[in-house]
């Protein structure tokens, strides 16, 4: 299985769907740049509920994603990480350092309005 990225973006949010294997160098660039590329936005999001495999390399690149995005005043987010990856983040303990986001957030962060999160919370009530 090999890596994608899908970017979507909305005014000054992005959303990256990653899916696949972060492991081999190619892949690790590839999100490497697609990340680096949205340096004007406010909030960059990646969405890594179908990646796969995630090895130390693709650790240190979201460590130096996520210095990178301080480093510019930009928010970077994760978001429902597979089981695979939260495991992962969870053992090294990069969950103290990297932020993970709900789904709840991402729609807070796109609507700017505590009415989403209302409506979120009242569809799965």
């Known amino acids: 299985m090999s890596f994608y990225i899908n970017t979507q973006q909305t005014g000054d ?19 490497k740049d697609a990340v680096t590329s949205l340096s004007q936005l406010r909030v960059i999001v990646l969405d890594l509920s179908e990646v796969g ?11 130096s994603l996520h210095n990178w995005a301080c480093a510019n005043g930009i928010q970077l987010k994760l978001v429902n990480p597979s089981t695979l990856v939260r495991q992962m983040l969870e053992l090294t303990r990069l969950t103290s350092v ?18 989403a999160i209302e409506n979120v919370a009242g569809a799965v009530a």
């Open 98 to 115: 990297l932020h993970i986001s709900s789904v709840e957030d991402v729609i807070h962060i796109f609507c700017n309005g505590d009415r």
């Open 53 to 63: 495999m995630l090895d130390a390399g693709g650790l240190g690149v979201l460590v």
């Open 13 to 31: 949010v992005a959303v990256l769907q990653c899916a696949g294997r972060m492991v081999r160098p190619q892949a690790l660039s590839l999100l």
